[in-house]
């Protein structure tokens, strides 16, 4: 037989060569397999999408669109987490609004109102999913002016938020299971998102206000039924009181809405309801206890400490197994060798009982550590969120600040200034005062006020257990809440007028004021508590004028120094603001003097170019009153040469970092300081 050939197989032949699989992130999203998607996101959401960077643009659509469609509930979680992440992650305020930017480019608003109006099953999974959108549209709206507008202007999103979340998920129950934990935070997100976009918004509140006029659904009700309900997370609580408060203050503020509508909301009714269910809320929660506080700090550290041990002893026992495979040692070996070390170890016993420790085999230290910060966290954030929604309510009237609406201009366009200061003076000159003595009155006799200087008392007060630099996340909760205590009782200050008759009888205003000043030692290096601290010091001086004439020696150098040696730039404008409201009331040369030496030379060391544009304009308030300057100190001291010689430099400076607001005020300031040396020139 002849060998017999073979044919070689034309499979395949004369086909083109093969298209390389599409294995991109985008085609692992869109993947037809659950389990893929599900494993991309999830490694996404921990990995481009944390941080600072731009995820490209077809990645953040197909993240979206399994945002929107994903029918998995692990995959479609992910995805919303990514973009969570994508916006939560990053510290940088500017870099975060960029993300925001980006993702309202790709229509996310559309995505989670699409995905939040779905009937999904009321299961753990779906509730999870709702939660986490949620807190995507929290961090929108807290964002993007935009974003605020649009749901403001949509009934359809409004009813989704308000008779969609609000109301549904409002009967609470305590979280006995993973589901009610999970509707609770859908509630809390939502009461959050209703509470951010009510900041001054009459939009908002129109449309609420119109819709219980049409079909009678009672947004006012549905929030006092939250307020007091006592077994609601303490979040949600006080977010739909903070939402009651901006509801009574846009309804002072706009006569039209007021007018249109005191058939079903009027002021007065609105004011017993915040009298008699906003402020005993209030109360209850601003509140701090340093030996509470201390019993937190240390069951964190010592679960810290715990699962700390726990990840070393199962790096060594991962080192030891790995040594062993590279001994090759047999299985009876490695037996026989375990078995002589334990014979040979002494089992330990407690001291004092003399009892063998109780062996703590399978618990996870991990999972103590979590609950343990969770603990720390519900006691300090409702307190935060407390001081934030008082320190609003004791606000008397913000819109003559809102009113300054400035314009960029040349620096030597006179003309356009002084027409923009006709304009603004005119606006304010037509403005309505806040008529809200009688609900201050409630704010001062329910004890409020004392309560928050209990708290700033108490934050003064040294710990039992110390802080190591584990608890940076303790020590940055404490600051936070001191800035808060801060910005909280400035207001109070100045516009409870009958807390100030209340103190007259022991503690004055200046005694809260150095109370203050002794926080600033404690919150220099953290630049927003720092700003809101000496900001209400700032407001103290300024409109209570009675506490001048207190000021002595020792706060006049708090001021000074704080000045020259604050970390934060913003304190150090404030404290140039404070030298202008002490200097241009009755003083001495010496202080006069003293004062001036420390302006100049900000004007020439200080690195911000807003502080210094604070202290020039401080220079001018106080050498530009004739009544109470001295003219002397003023020629003495060379001010005038300073101010030439250091314009051009200040005119160079500003643009940079500055936003246009700050430009635009430095300009200002940069041509004032010009008319002022020509004034100061003509006198001489």
């Given at each position: 037989?002849?060998?017999?050939?073979?044919?070689?197989?034309?499979?395949?032949?004369?086909?083109?060569?093969?298209?390389?699989?599409?294995?991109?992130?985008?085609?692992?999203?869109?993947?037809?397999?659950?389990?893929?998607?599900?494993?991309?996101?999830?490694?996404?959401?921990?990995?481009?999408?944390?941080?600072?960077?731009?995820?490209?643009?077809?990645?953040?659509?197909?993240?979206?669109?399994?945002?929107?469609?994903?029918t998995?509930?692990?995959?479609?979680?992910?995805?919303?987490?990514?973009?969570?992440?994508?916006?939560?992650?990053?510290?940088?305020?500017?870099?975060?609004?960029?993300?925001?930017?980006?993702?309202?480019?790709?229509?996310?608003?559309?995505?989670?109102?699409?995905?939040?109006?779905?009937?999904?099953?009321?299961?753990?999974?779906?509730?999870?999913?709702?939660?986490?959108l949620l807190d995507v549209l929290c961090a929108l709206v807290e964002h993007s002016s935009d974003i605020v507008d649009r749901i403001s202007s949509s009934a359809d999103a409004i009813n989704c938020l308000t008779t969609g979340y609000l109301e549904a998920s409002s009967t609470c129950t305590p979280a006995n299971d993973d589901a009610d934990a999970a509707r609770n935070n859908c509630l809390t997100a939502t009461s959050r998102v209703v509470h951010t976009m009510l900041d001054n918004n009459p939009i908002l509140l129109h449309q609420l206000l119109a819709n219980y006029q049409s079909n009678g659904n009672d947004f006012i009700k549905k929030l006092v039924a939250l307020v007091e309900n006592g077994v609601c997370p303490a979040k949600v609580r006080l977010h739909c009181a903070g939402s009651l408060i901006s509801i009574y203050q846009l309804l002072q503020f706009h006569a039209d809405l007021k007018k249109q509508y005191e058939a079903i909301l009027s002021v007065s009714d609105l004011e017993k309801v915040i009298a008699s269910t906003v402020l005993p809320i209030l109360c209850q929660y601003v509140d701090y206890r340093?030996?509470?506080?201390?019993?937190?700090?240390?069951?964190?550290?010592?679960?810290?400490?715990?699962?700390?041990?726990?990840?070393?002893?199962?790096?060594?026992?991962?080192?030891?197994?790995?040594?062993?495979?590279?001994?090759?040692?047999?299985?009876?070996?490695?037996?026989?060798?375990?078995?002589?070390?334990?014979?040979?170890v002494k089992e330990p016993t407690d001291e004092v009982t003399k009892t063998k420790p109780t062996a703590k085999y399978g618990t996870d230290f991990q999972q103590i550590l979590t609950k343990a910060i969770e603990a720390w966290e519900n006691a300090v954030h409702p307190l935060k969120l407390a001081l934030e929604v008082a320190t609003n309510l004791c606000t008397y009237d913000d819109q003559h600040q809102q009113n300054e609406d400035y314009t960029m201009w040349e620096s030597d366009d006179e003309e356009n200034m002084e027409q923009l200061a006709k304009d603004i003076n005119a606006k304010e000159a037509n403005l309505q005062p806040l008529?809200?003595?009688?609900?201050?009155?409630?704010?001062?006799?329910?004890?409020?006020?004392?309560?928050?200087?209990?708290?700033?008392?108490g934050l003064m007060q040294p710990l039992s257990v110390d802080l190591t630099d584990d608890n940076e996340v303790v020590q940055r909760d404490l600051i936070e809440v001191l800035g808060k205590c801060g910005a909280c009782i400035g207001n109070i200050a100045i516009n409870l007028s009958s807390w100030e008759k209340q103190l007259q009888g022991g503690n004055h205003l200046i005694e809260v004021w150095r109370t203050l000043g002794q926080c600033m030692s404690k919150v220099d290096l953290h630049g927003e508590a720092s700003a809101e601290v000496s900001g209400a010091m700032t407001a103290m001086l300024r409109y209570r004028t009675e506490l001048l004439g207190a000021v002595g020696q020792d706060e006049l150098t708090l001021i000074l120094n704080?000045?020259?040696?604050?970390?934060?730039?913003?304190?150090?404008?404030?404290?140039?603001?404070?030298?202008?409201?002490?200097?241009?009331?009755?003083?001495?040369?010496?202080?006069?003097?003293?004062?001036?030496?420390?302006?100049i030379s900000s004007i020439q060391n200080d690195p911000s170019v807003n502080v210094v544009g604070e202290v020039l304009c401080a220079i001018m308030d106080i050498y530009g009153n004739e009544e109470v300057c001295f003219g002397s100190v003023f020629n003495e001291q060379n001010v005038l040469q300073v101010l030439q010689a250091s314009l051009p430099t200040f005119r160079n400076r500003i643009g940079g970092d500055a936003n246009a607001f700050d430009a635009a005020v430095l300009k200002e300031t940069a041509l004032n300081v010009k008319r002022f040396i020509k004034y100061k020139q003509q006198q001489e």
């Open positions: 037989m002849g060998k017999q050939s073979r044919k070689a197989s034309r499979k395949n032949k004369d086909k083109g060569p093969k298209e390389p699989l599409k294995t991109g992130p985008v085609s692992k999203i869109k993947s037809h397999d659950a389990k893929v998607r599900d494993a991309t996101l999830s490694a996404l959401s921990v990995t481009i999408f944390t941080g600072s960077g731009t995820v490209p643009t077809d990645i953040l659509k197909a993240v979206l669109e399994r945002a929107a469609i994903d998995d509930p692990s995959a479609s979680c992910n995805a919303a987490g990514c973009i969570l992440n994508y916006i939560n992650s990053v510290e940088n305020d500017r870099i975060a609004k960029a993300h925001v930017n980006e993702l309202i480019q790709c229509d996310v608003l559309t995505v989670i109102l699409t995905r939040l109006k779905q009937n999904e099953d009321n299961n753990v999974c779906s509730w999870n999913l709702r939660g986490i340093p030996d509470i506080a201390a019993a937190l700090i240390s069951r964190m550290q010592e679960a810290q400490t715990a699962a700390l041990s726990e990840e070393n002893d199962a790096k060594v026992e991962a080192e030891i197994q790995e040594m062993i495979k590279g001994k090759n040692e047999s299985a009876r070996a490695i037996a026989r060798r375990q078995k002589e070390m334990k014979d040979n008529q809200a003595a009688a609900l201050f009155d409630h704010v001062v006799s329910c004890g409020l006020p004392e309560r928050v200087r209990g708290v700033i008392q704080l000045l020259q040696k604050a970390n934060c730039a913003e304190a150090r404008q404030n404290a140039a603001s404070m030298l202008t409201s002490l200097c241009t009331s009755p003083h001495s040369k010496e202080v006069d003097s003293l004062v001036c030496q420390h302006l």
